[in-house]
């Protein structure tokens, strides 16, 4: 299954489709890019990509994140 529900425009709350490497609005006809932040301490989190699943690792903490955890925000690229 896919998490595909989660994924939601920032700027019209519609479902993102996935074009390009990246997440894509077509409503608002723009790119969405999806940021992970630590549930524990907001730093950013790198993406590991391992046996098919997702997970995330802090470098601040210095441990994996459990994707249920995590906080994902997906902002414009208009948007610095
Ligand atoms: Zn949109
Ligand atoms: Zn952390």
């Given amino acids: 299954m896919t998490d595909k ?15 390009n490497q990246g997440y894509f609005c077509d409503f608002c006809q723009q790119e969405v890019k ?12 790198e993406k590991l990509q391992a046996c098919g699943s997702a997970s995330y690792f802090c470098n601040h903490c210095n441990e994996l994140k459990s994707k249920s955890r995590v906080k994902v925000q997906f902002r414009m690229n208009s948007q610095a």
């Fill in 5 to 19: 529900a989660d994924n939601i425009c920032p700027q019209c709350n519609s479902i993102l489709s996935w074009k």
């Fill in 34 to 45: 999806k940021t992970v932040f630590c549930p524990d301490c907001n730093e950013q989190l």
